[in-house]
Each structure stands twice: as structure tokens, then as C-alpha cells.
């Protein structure tokens, strides 16, 4: 597509409820990288794909965060028994891999994700 | 761990003038340095790429720089507008990791 798709682009859930998060990258791009920004807050890195696995898992912030990447293309941040403070936008953004010095990398809108 | 500051956090100037927006990384071990703009309620907008290898880049009004031995890139904007009221975040790329800092967040008045 065009740019880095997201959806949904808002979501309010109970706490408690599992949420799912999708991301479409730019076509073509083998690199996805998910991001979470708490109101005020800078970006916090959560996982990255290149390709179809994750090499780095380390910032998902416990075990109620999951991602996958099926076809090497459409992402998926799942987050179980929602918590208050997991509310936040959450980014997805693609490049190219390889020649990494010379990869712009391009951001979603984001999902923003209130949990009440 | 690299670790990204921007300074100043929060800036506000008049419509015309000319401003530098500072960004600096604890390990200059980089592959390149991003600046982005965030729009409040959207996400991000890449504005300039410099590579590793690069001193600086530009685009219409903007200008980045970077000196990647002491740990320092700005971005400067030229003859500000109320449109360029943002925040803008520098992200450096190091190994398959962004890392970004906190933000700069700008406003021009008419």
C-alpha cells in the first residue's frame, strides 16, 4: 500500500478484555517495528520483525504482549487481560532491511487503545 | 544503552525566526540519525534521513546536521510558520534498534 496502515485507529476496552492490534506495512518492507507512546511519553520500543520472526523480543513490557508476522507482510499486537496502564498509542512503522544505513523508516497513524 | 535527550523540551517563538532544535545519543556507534514530526493526535512524519556517513541534509527549510563523533545532531528550520508547530523527535538507528528521544515540542505564533 501507499503508507503504514493501521487499524483500529481508536479502541476502548474493559479492563481485562484481550485486545488485538493489526498492522499493514508498506509493500515490500521486511523490517516492522512496534512502538508504544503513553500520553506525554517518548517512544518505547516494544518488538521488531525482519520478515516473518522476531529476533528481538526484549521490550515487550511483560507476558501479556504478544506480536506475530504471518506471510512477511501483516503484524498483529495482541495484548491479554488488558490493565489501565497499557493504555497508550501504539505505532507500527516499516522499512526496507539490508542496506540499513540508508533505510528511512515510516510510521503508522497508530492505534490509540483507552483502557477503562 | 543508547540513550537519545533532546533539548530544549518545549519551545515558543514568533512567526520568521530562524531555530535549532538539539538532539544528542551516548553511543556514537550509529547507523544514521532520523528526525520526525508529530502532529498532536497523529503519528509520525519522517522529515530527514543522514546517514552514518553524512555531515548534513536538507530539505526546503530544513536543515539537519550531524557530528556523530561527539554525539550531536540539530535540525534547523528557517523563517518558522505557524504551521511548523509540532513536536519533533530525533531517533538514531543503531544495529536493528530506533531509539528516540524525548521530543521537542514547538510552537510558532502568528
Known amino acids: 500500500g501507499a503508507g503504514v496502515s493501521q487499524s483500529p485507529s481508536n479502541k476502548v476496552t474493559e479492563k481485562g478484555k484481550d485486545v488485538e492490534l493489526r498492522c499493514d506495512p508498506i509493500?515490500?518492507?521486511?523490517?516492522l517495528y512496534w512502538y508504544r507512546q503513553s500520553l506525554g511519553q517518548g517512544l518505547e520500543f516494544l518488538i521488531y520483525f525482519q520478515g516473518n520472526s522476531a529476533p528481538d523480543k526484549s521490550g515487550l513490557p511483560s507476558d501479556r504482549f504478544s506480536a506475530e508476522r504471518t506471510g512477511g507482510s501483516v503484524s498483529t499486537l495482541t495484548i491479554q487481560r488488558t490493565q489501565q496502564e497499557d493504555s497508550a498509542v501504539y505505532l507500527c512503522?516499516?522499512?526496507?532491511?539490508?542496506?540499513?544505513?540508508?533505510?528511512?523508516?515510516?510510521f503508522g497513524e497508530g492505534s490509540w487503545l483507552t483502557v477503562v | 544503552k543508547q540513550e537519545v535527550t533532546q533539548i530544549p523540551a518545549a519551545l515558543s517563538v514568533p512567526e520568521g525566526e530562524n531555530l535549532v532544535l538539539n538532539c544528542s545519543f551516548t553511543?556514537?556507534?550509529?547507523?544514521?540519525l532520523q528526525w520526525f514530526r508529530q502532529d498532536p493526535g497523529k503519528g509520525l512524519t519522517s522529515l530527514l534521513l543522514?546517514?552514518?556517513?553524512?555531515r548534513e541534509q536538507t530539505s526546503g527549510r530544513l536543515n539537519a546536521s550531524l557530528d556523530k563523533s561527539s554525539g550531536r545532531s540539530t535540525l534547523y528550520i528557517a523563517a518558522s510558520q505557524p504551521g511548523d508547530s509540532a513536536t519533533y523527535l530525533c531517533?538514531?538507528?543503531?544495529?536493528?534498534?530506533?531509539?528516540f528521544g524525548g521530543g521537542t515540542r514547538l510552537m510558532v505564533k502568528p
Open positions: 543522514i546517514q552514518s556517513s553524512q
Open positions: 512503522a516499516s522499512s526496507l532491511w539490508g542496506r540499513a544505513a540508508g533505510n528511512t523508516i515510516y
Open positions: 531517533a538514531v538507528r543503531t544495529g536493528n534498534m530506533l531509539t
Open positions: 509493500s515490500g518492507h521486511t523490517a
Open positions: 553511543d556514537s556507534a550509529i547507523y544514521n
